[in-house]
């Protein structure tokens, strides 16, 4: 890592208004200087389970709300990005690109991400395994990225759930500059037979503790001023008023 201090990731799922972002990077500003904070949200979910199901408000708009948070909080800015086309002007407005875990190695989309010379963090795959995740991370270094980071998001068994096997925490960190837990990620419940993913809130905390005690370098929220209102991931999500009591305990 470039730096030693903990890494904070959080923010809404998805981009819904300026109200609910504003009212969570109000909340992250006081971590700043105590851990390296970047504000997350998407412009747009390509990958929800149904094609009724909101995605965002698209590139244009959404860069232009990421860009507003950023102006007015001094928050670097972290978003998705599905297709190679997106780097760059993505690039313009956000300091870090992720790539998200069902995409990961999609060789074009991670070195499109590294040319633009911005950090790339990189979700595992539910699929692979953690020394499987060397491979994406050589393709984005190889694409010139300043930073490589992994975030551990658990693997799917096939029963309705993930599973995290925090061992991969420590088995991926001689692979990335950092190595990240996403908590509430981890907490879902896939259930495509009933058009939405679910999920179970209250194992969030747990799951950050966890991720501590295996040395993560940071960790990944999405969280909510009302997560039962929420367009999307609102059962795993963490709700914003618990945020900064977990965080303090984590830091």
């Given at each position: 890592?470039?730096?030693?201090?903990?890494?904070?990731?959080?923010?809404?799922?998805?981009?819904?208004?300026?109200?609910?972002?504003?009212?969570?990077?109000?909340?992250?500003?006081?971590f700043c200087g105590r851990a390296r904070v970047y504000f997350k949200a998407s412009f747009d979910k390509?990958?929800?389970?149904?094609?009724?199901?909101?995605?965002?408000?698209?590139?244009?708009?959404?860069?232009?709300?990421?860009?507003?948070?950023?102006?007015?909080?001094?928050?670097?800015?972290?978003?998705?990005?599905?297709?190679?086309?997106?780097a760059a002007p993505a690039a313009e407005v956000c300091d870090v690109l992720q790539i998200p875990a069902?995409?990961?190695?999609?060789?074009?989309?991670?070195?499109?991400?590294?040319?633009?010379?911005?950090?790339?963090?990189?979700?595992?795959?539910?699929?692979?395994?953690?020394?499987?995740?060397?491979?994406?991370?050589?393709?984005?270094?190889?694409?010139?990225?300043?930073?490589?980071?992994?975030?551990?998001?658990?693997?799917?068994?096939?029963?309705?759930?993930?599973?995290?096997?925090?061992?991969?925490?420590?088995?991926?960190?001689?692979?990335?500059?950092?190595?990240?837990?996403?908590?509430?990620?981890?907490?879902?419940?896939?259930?495509?037979?009933?058009?939405?993913?679910?999920?179970?809130?209250?194992?969030?905390?747990?799951?950050?503790?966890?991720?501590?005690?295996?040395?993560?370098?940071?960790?990944?929220?999405?969280?909510?001023?009302?997560?039962?209102?929420?367009?999307?991931?609102?059962?795993?999500?963490?709700?914003?008023?618990?945020?900064?009591?977990?965080?303090?305990?984590?830091?």
């Amino acid at each position: 890592m470039q730096s030693s201090e903990t890494i904070l990731i959080a923010g809404p799922c998805v981009i819904e208004s300026a109200d609910v972002m504003e009212a969570v990077a109000a909340r992250l500003v006081p971590f700043c200087g105590r851990a390296r904070v970047y504000f997350k949200a998407s412009f747009d979910k390509a990958n929800r389970t149904s094609l009724n199901s909101y995605r965002g408000p698209g590139l244009e708009r959404g860069l232009e709300l990421l860009a507003a948070v950023k102006e007015k909080f001094g928050l670097p800015v972290l978003t998705d990005i599905h297709e190679a086309w997106q780097a760059a002007p993505a690039a313009e407005v956000c300091d870090v690109l992720q790539i998200p875990a069902f995409l990961c190695r999609q060789t074009d989309l991670l070195v499109a991400a590294a040319r633009t010379g911005r950090i790339v963090n990189i979700k595992k795959a539910q699929f692979l395994s953690a020394e499987d995740m060397r491979y994406p991370v050589e393709k984005a270094r190889d694409g010139g990225a300043p930073e490589v980071w992994l975030t551990e998001r658990g693997n799917t068994f096939g029963y309705g759930a993930l599973v995290v096997d925090f061992r991969n925490l420590p088995k991926m960190k001689p692979l990335a500059d950092a190595v990240l837990m996403d908590c509430t990620h981890a907490c879902q419940e896939p259930a495509g037979a009933t058009g939405r993913t679910g999920g179970n809130s209250a194992y969030v905390p747990m799951m950050a503790r966890a991720a501590k005690a295996f040395g993560a370098d940071g960790y990944f929220f999405e969280t909510h001023p009302a997560p039962e209102t929420a367009l999307s991931d609102g059962p795993n999500m963490l709700n914003l008023a618990e945020l900064p009591a977990l965080v303090e305990e984590l830091l």
